[in-house]
């Protein structure tokens, strides 16, 4: 057989030894690099499940039969037109010029803060309050916040909005 064969033989054959041989060596190349490129990866953190729950039936209501709507009275609390109440203006009246005292508390022995005098409007932001046989609310002078304190109502006069 070595004789005979011609020589495009022995390249076809030479070719498929260093085909074969390249072909060897890149497996083993392969098996050899692999581990290598399998290094650790970092640990992916683990994946987050939410809970939703099943959506829910509406409940169907049977619209009740109409009924007749009366007309609401008033509240009790409610003042009168013209009567003193909280968020009302008063005007002190009837000192004979001596002047208001607006205390610290509703009391007559309460020390007084300064003196309110006739004429002068304050606007109601508290009270009333039963003390001493008097009734009280707390005034505050709309034009200077400092100007407050409880008053006894025999003195103030209910004046309307400005």
């Known amino acids: ?22 072909l060897c060596t890149t ?16 640990a992916q953190p683990a994946s987050a499940l939410t809970v939703i729950p099943a959506p829910t039936s509406t409940p ?15 509240p009790t609390n409610t003042p009168l037109p013209g009567t003193i109440a909280l968020n ?13 005292r607006l205390r610290v508390s509703p009391a007559l022995s309460s020390d007084p803060l300064f003196l309110g005098y006739d004429s002068e409007v304050f606007l109601v932001t508290g009270g009333p309050s039963q ?22 109502v025999n003195y103030l006069t209910y004046v309307p909005s400005p």
Do not use: C, H
């Open 88 to 100: 009302t203006y008063v005007q002190i009246t009837g000192t004979g010029g001596d002047g208001l």
């Open 60 to 74: 169907r209501f049977v619209t009740p039969s109409p009924v007749p709507i009366s007309p609401t009275p008033p």
């Open 131 to 152: 003390e001493d046989g008097y009734t009280w609310w707390f005034l505050t002078a709309p034009y200077d916040q400092t100007r407050s304190g409880w008053a006894v």
């Open 27 to 42: 497996f083993i190349y392969i098996l050899w690099i692999s581990p290598n490129l399998s290094m650790p990866q970092p």
């Open 1 to 22: 057989m070595g004789k005979n064969v011609s020589p495009n033989y022995k390249v076809i054959l030479g070719s498929l030894f260093l085909a074969g041989f390249l």
